[in-house]
């Protein structure tokens, strides 16, 4: 009975590593975002190492900032 209970991970295995990895820093990079204080967001806005992606037609920017990710920019990909 238990193989015909689909899993996460049945879901999850046609799915691309690399697609995985993407949508696991912008999501984790928005968490960080959120929690972080006002006087660190400055911060990683101005000085903050900044990586561009594209991930499910959304153009992302996250900046590192002592190698923790942060969602600093989302909006739709233009075609």
Same mark, same amino acid.
């Given at each position: /009975? +238990?193989? $015909? !209970?689909?899993?996460? /991970? +049945? +879901?999850?295995?046609? =799915?691309?590593?690399? +697609? $995985?990895?993407? %949508? %696991? ?8 975002? &959120?929690?972080?204080?006002?006087? &660190?967001?400055?911060? =990683? *806005?101005? *000085? %903050?190492?900044? #990586? &561009? =992606?594209?991930?499910? %037609? /959304? &153009? ?6 002592? #190698?923790?990710?942060?969602? =600093?920019? !989302?909006a #739709?990909?233009?075609?």
């Open positions: /009975m +238990d193989e $015909l !209970i689909p899993t996460a /991970m +049945d +879901d999850l295995a046609g =799915i691309p590593s690399k +697609d $995985l990895s993407t %949508g %696991g820093k912008v999501m984790v990079g928005d968490h960080n975002w &959120r929690r972080a204080p006002l006087s &660190r967001r400055v911060r =990683i *806005f101005l *000085f %903050g190492r900044r #990586e &561009r =992606i594209t991930h499910l %037609g /959304m &153009r992302c920017t996250v900046a590192w900032w002592r #190698e923790q990710p942060y969602l =600093i920019w !989302i #739709e990909a233009r075609p």
